[in-house]
């Protein structure tokens, strides 16, 4: 089918609706559309619109799974680098959705293409970078296709919350040292299970001249941590910790390592999306968590698991407001202009970035299989 890029509804139209209407055009939309679209809500979705969502996960598993369908369209109810990852790893005969394209990630954002090229040429020019020392650069997969593209063409790999422990293992042992992009979090707290110390993790900040480093610093490292952090985690204090535990006597506390050190170091236990969920699916009547992730995603544990005590581990919200940017409202927009057989907000990656960007996907595919 030939994508009609002329845009024929306004969403202004779809603003004033009552949700209820919302709600009944969307679903109504999915019948007519059948199986050529999926909808795909990231576990840290608003509920108004995970409601509507064909399949639900972390951004990886609901890439890998609407490359698996055989929909023409993927309609990602999450954010902007989600959106790219699905068209990077999905069919050439799938076009992939975002429904509001304020929809970014305030960490994928902190780390541009320009600014990575720049700091790998610094660290070149200084002799960190060489045909002697092996530096690899790795990338959350929570950045730009761009960089992951990087890190294709430069031997190194992508990486998720769920798998950067393995891959930290295996790249460890290959290369003198590490460049993680662009959570500086992930990548301390994943290196501090190595046993990494922390003056051996210096932080690339890159606004600065040699990130604000010394060369011998830079020498010395054994990782080198782009400056970014995800807003929503970053908000977890460690007092936040002591708390809890002081009202909530035998309450365990379960956090992301996107939260800063200090946080996860005074956790019980720490992991991705996925292994939270899991951990919670997993435990007793009578268990008692103080979570450290967004909010959407501990609301829906609380609603799930009565008979567990489940709280979010800060007293007030953190939810990831970008992410809120996808709405019912938008979503609708977009589901009845597809219906006119007018694509909106299609997000593609060119050939070259797709192709680079495989190749770092590729390696932790084939990488995290062995393990
Ligand atoms: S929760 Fe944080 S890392 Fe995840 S999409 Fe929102 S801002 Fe980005």
Redesign the pocket.
């Known amino acids: 089918m030939s994508v009609v890029l002329e845009e024929t509804r306004k969403i202004e139209d779809y603003l004033a609706m009552p949700d209820e209407e919302i709600a009944s055009r969307i679903e109504s939309a999915k019948r007519e559309l059948g199986p050529r679209v999926i909808i795909l809500g990231h576990h ?1 979705q608003r509920d108004d619109v995970i409601r509507h969502a064909d399949l639900f996960g972390d951004s990886y598993q609901l890439s890998v799974m609407a490359s698996q369908t055989e929909a023409e369209y993927i309609m990602f109810c999450g ?1 902007h680098f989600m959106a790219e990852s699905a068209d990077i790893l999905g069919k050439d005969s799938q076009h992939v959705i975002l429904p509001d394209l304020g929809a970014g ?4 954002d902190m780390a541009n293409i320009d600014q990575v090229e720049d700091a790998w040429q610094q660290l070149k020019e200084i002799g960190v970078v060489s045909e002697k020392t092996k530096v690899a650069p790795i990338t959350y997969m ?1 950045s730009t296709a761009a960089i992951k593209a990087f890190c294709g063409r430069n031997e190194g790999v992508v990486c998720t919350s769920s798998n950067a422990v393995p891959l930290f293992d295996i790249y460890l042992k290959e290369f003198e040292k590490m460049f993680f992009f662009p959570d500086q979090h992930l990548g301390r707290n994943t290196g501090a299970k190595f046993g990494i110390p922390l003056e051996k993790m210096v932080v690339w900040d890159p606004h600065k001249d040699l990130g604000g480093n010394t060369e011998e610093d830079l020498h010395n490292a054994k990782l080198i941590l782009w400056r970014g952090h ?4 970053g908000r977890f204090k460690p007092w936040h910790v002591d708390k809890v535990r002081a009202d909530v006597p035998g309450i365990r506390v379960l956090v992301h390592p ?1 939260c800063v050190y200090e946080v996860v170091q005074k956790s019980d236990l720490n992991g991705s999306t996925s292994y939270i969920i899991k951990t919670v699916e997993s435990a007793p009547a009578g268990s008692k968590w103080a979570i450290g992730t ?1 909010v959407n995603l501990v609301n829906r544990l609380i609603k799930r698991f009565p008979e567990q005590h489940i709280q979010l581990l800060a007293p007030d919200l953190c939810m ?1 407001a ?2 809120y940017r996808i709405s019912p409202q938008s979503l609708a927009w977009a589901m009845e202009n597809l219906l006119d057989g007018n694509v909106v907000n299609e997000i593609t990656v060119d050939d070259e970035t797709k192709h680079f960007a495989n190749i770092a996907l590729g390696r932790m595919i084939k990488l995290t299989e062995k393990k």
């Not at 995800?230 to 985690?233: L, T």
């Open positions: 840290y954010v990630c305030s960490m994928a929570n995800c807003s929503v985690h996107e967004e990831c970008t992410m």
